[in-house]
Each structure stands twice: as C-alpha cells, then as structure tokens.
C-alpha cells in the first residue's frame, strides 16, 4: 500500500527489491519495467502533453491522477523506495523529451551536473506514455556507463536500446549515459523525465536474502568492481567499512569456478592477521 504525504510531498511503501537486484542496479545503472501504466492514463498523458505545449510539462505533477497512476505506480514506487529509503521525495520538475519524428540520431552524453560517486540521492526516471518502437527512435543507455566519466559524443559505445510498449518506466542513475536514437516513423513521440529524492540517510531497508553474501557477490569484473561494491556499500549505510586492495582482491569478481576460494581482502571486520 502507498501512504502519500502530501504536505510533505513524499511517500512510503514497502520495498519490493532483493539484495540481488540492487545490487544488479549498482551495476548496470538502470532498470525497465515495461507496460506498467493503464493504457487510460498513458493515453490522458499524452493528451494532457497535447493541450498544454506552452505550459512547462510540471504542471502534470499536481494533476492527482498522474500522480496516483503515474508517479506512485506500485512496481516503480517499490522500486524507487527500495534504493532511496522512507519519506521518498516526489518530483518538482518535469521534463518532457518531445520529438517531432523522423529525427537524427543524437551524441551520447551524461546530463548535466552528473556526480560520479557512490552515493544515490536521487534517481532519474523515464516514462513512455505512448508505444516506443524502434522506429520512433527510443532513448538508448549505456549499462555500466554511469560510474566514470566519459567523453561527449563518443560514437563506438554499443547500448541497450529501451524499446517498449506504452506505460513503460525505466529507472537510472542520473550519471547513466543516454542518447536518442534515430526516428523513421513521423508524429511525435513524447518521453517524460523527473527525479524522486531521498530525504533520509541510506541503509539496507529491502528485501533480504538469506543467502546473500558480501563477500561472493557479483561487483563485476576489474576497473568497475570497486565502483559498485562502494556504491552498494553506500546504499547499505556500510561506505566506512568499504575498502579494497585492488588488484586481484575483493571485490573483484572472476567466472565462476575460477578460484579455489573465496578472494583476500574482504573489509568486513578486522584485519585477519
Ligand atoms: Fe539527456
């Protein structure tokens, strides 16, 4: 069940993630869940987006049945509950990633201000109210590309493409990197962006696996492993007992039945010395 708070303008429900499945968000920066809003309200979106082309698109978010079906959907508000915490805080602004189609290709690029780092105090969400097939040149992400910097308009990078039926909602750390794809189909094609905020300090408040355990997770391989085990740590209320050795040592994850045991290095407790 949702409880909205609407002096405070946030939100509480249950988490609906597991240990894995942060984890795999620390990882790869984004998450699709496709098909997720009524086909009413995708199809009130759209038209709310038609009948107000002067009014900047934040006016939608004090409409209570965008709110209500949109912005607290159960599965995204699960979702978003999970990584940032109680009290989430709802959107102040809304962007609205209008295309005339057929349009061009557009660079590869992080958005501005993107920090690199461990900490996720807020998340960046995209809505689909319309069908984004890849004729009408659908937002393509970079999993992993969130962790570092990387150049602008840098062309070789291969990505995920997030084509998906209307009512559809992917959730990204803001550093992720994006482009838009190339549009052949003609209309337009309206893609909404807004953040949700955490207003309270992290720690691990989602689903628990028994049997998940810190030291075999899956970090990833060398150069990123201790990007997210820092940044998993971080969202655990953990971040002062990360550290790593490099090299070889945790975090570092190598195919399984590679080792013959379990790495060096692991900062949980002292020192074994
Ligand atoms: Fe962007």
Not at 77 to 92: D, E, F
Request: charged share 20%.
């Amino acid at each position: 069940m949702i409880r909205h708070d609407k002096k405070n303008r946030t939100f509480d429900c249950e988490p609906t993630l597991t240990d894995t499945q942060i984890l795999k968000f620390c990882r790869e920066g984004f998450l699709m869940m496709e098909g997720l809003v009524p086909d009413e309200i995708n199809r009130r979106t759209f038209a709310y987006l038609d009948e107000h082309p002067s009014k900047g698109p934040s006016s939608i978010i004090l409409e209570d049945w965008f709110r209500d079906n949109v912005l607290l959907e159960p599965q995204v508000a699960g979702a978003v509950r999970s990584i940032l915490g109680t009290a989430v805080g709802l959107p102040v602004l809304m962007s609205n990633h209008r295309v005339q189609c057929p349009a061009p290709l557009g660079d590869w690029h992080h958005d501005a201000d993107s920090l690199f780092g461990p900490e996720v105090n807020y998340l960046q969400v995209f809505y689909y109210p319309q069908d984004a097939p890849v004729e009408m040149g659908p937002t393509e992400v970079l999993p992993g590309s969130h962790l570092q910097e990387s150049p602008r308009g840098v062309e070789h990078h291969r990505g995920v493409l997030t084509t998906a039926p209307a009512g559809s909602v992917f959730i990204t750390i803001y550093s992720l990197l994006h482009r838009r794809t190339k549009s052949t189909a003609s209309g337009m094609r309206n893609l909404l962006k807004w953040s949700y905020w955490r207003t309270v300090p992290p720690k691990r408040d989602w689903i628990h696996e028994l049997d998940f355990d810190f030291h075999t997770a899956d970090y990833g391989g060398h150069g990123v492993c201790k990007y997210i085990a820092h940044m998993f740590y971080w969202l655990c209320g953990k971040a002062d007992e990360f550290r790593t050795w490099g090299g070889q040592s945790w975090p570092c994850s190598f195919p399984p039945g590679s080792q013959i045991d379990k790495s060096y290095g692991f900062p949980s407790g002292p020192p074994k010395w």
